[in-house]
Nanobody, 127 residues
């Protein structure tokens, strides 16, 4: 079945940039839509950015205020999340998810039950 593995998290200082990776296995990227989500302690999980591969579409929520870019590399079966100008409030566990059948906007804005989730990668923005 589908497996998603996030990587790239860690400790960064405010103002720095960070790129997270979501490696997918067991299927082609084009079979599903994908999203990056984050969850801080005591907070609900919220959508950050979502992407469909076929056709190629992207959608961003207001969670990170335009400082993020989602992209994909079909050859590597990997979805990326590029973040810049990081702030302490961006600290959270970031998760990658994949789903088949959920509209892209709904996936990101409403975070409904999704087919597959990665284990998450911690991002800690602190000075």
């Amino acid at each position: 079945q589908v497996q998603l593995v996030e990587s790239g998290g860690g400790l960064v200082q405010p103002g720095e940039s960070l790129t997270l990776s979501c490696a997918a296995s067991g299927y082609s990227l084009g079979s599903y839509i994908y999203g990056w989500f984050r969850q801080a302690p005591g907070k609900e999980r919220e959508g950050v950015a979502c992407i469909s591969v076929l056709p190629l579409m992207t959608y961003y929520t207001d969670s990170i205020q335009g400082r993020v870019t989602i992209s994909r590399d079909n050859a590597k079966n990997t979805v990326y999340l590029q973040m810049k100008s990081l702030k302490p409030e961006d600290s959270a566990v970031y998760y990658c998810a994949a789903d088949f059948g959920t509209p892209l906007t709904k996936m990101c804005d409403q975070v409904p039950p999704l087919d597959y989730w990665g284990q998450g990668t911690q991002v800690n923005v602190s000075s």
